[in-house]
C-alpha cells in the first residue's frame, strides 16, 4: 500500500479510498490468563495479533484493551503492550503500554492507544506481549488490539 502523492486536479480512484480508509484490523483473546514475567513475554495464548501491509512512513493507531488485575499491592502493576515484527522490528515498551494496579477481584478493564510508524514497506505484524512490575502476579482477560491506518 504505497503511500500516495497527490497533484491538483488528481482524482482518486476506488483503490485509493479503498487504501486510505480501509477498516481497522482488530484481533481478540478471551481466555483468562496470568504471568509474573519481569520482562515482556507471550501469554500461553499468544496474540492477539494482526498483520497489515504498511507502505514506509505511513502511521496507524494502535489500540489495546484488556480486563486486567494485579495480585500485589504497593503501587506494582500489570502491562500489556505490543511487539512489531515483519518489515520493520519494535519491541514491547512501556509507553506503548496499558496498565493496571488493581487488586480487585474482577479486576478493571484497561485500554492505551498510540501511533506507529512504518520503518519500511512491507508486512507488519501486531501482536500483545505482557509483564508485570516487581513481582505478583497479572493477570488477563477479554485481550484486544485494534490497528488503523490513518
Known amino acids: 500500500v504505497p503511500l500516495k502523492t497527490w497533484a491538483t486536479n488528481d482524482v482518486p480512484t476506488a483503490a485509493d479510498?479503498?487504501?486510505?480508509?480501509?477498516?481497522?484490523?482488530?484481533?481478540?483473546?478471551?481466555?483468562?490468563?496470568?504471568?509474573?514475567?519481569?520482562?515482556?513475554?507471550?501469554?500461553?495464548?499468544?496474540?492477539?495479533?494482526?498483520?497489515?501491509?504498511?507502505?514506509?512512513?505511513?502511521?496507524?493507531?494502535?489500540?489495546?484493551?484488556?480486563?486486567?488485575?494485579?495480585s500485589a499491592a504497593g503501587g506494582l502493576s500489570s502491562l500489556m503492550s505490543f511487539a512489531v515484527t515483519g518489515a520493520t522490528s519494535l519491541s514491547a515498551i512501556d509507553a506503548n503500554a496499558c496498565e493496571c494496579a488493581d487488586l480487585s477481584t474482577g479486576g478493571i478493564i484497561v485500554t492505551r492507544a498510540t501511533v506507529f510508524i512504518a520503518g519500511a514497506t512491507g508486512s507488519h505484524t501486531f501482536t500483545c506481549k505482557y509483564q508485570v512490575q516487581s513481582g505478583g502476579t497479572g493477570t488477563y482477560l477479554l485481550r484486544r488490539i485494534i490497528v488503523k491506518r490513518f
Do not use: C, E, I
Open 17 to 70: 479510498f479503498n487504501s486510505m480508509f480501509s477498516d481497522p484490523l482488530t484481533a481478540d483473546v478471551v481466555t483468562l490468563q496470568t504471568t509474573t514475567s519481569l520482562s515482556y513475554t507471550d501469554l500461553a495464548t499468544v496474540g492477539p495479533a494482526v498483520t497489515m501491509t504498511m507502505a514506509n512512513g505511513q502511521a496507524t493507531q494502535v489500540v489495546l484493551s484488556a480486563r486486567m488485575k494485579h
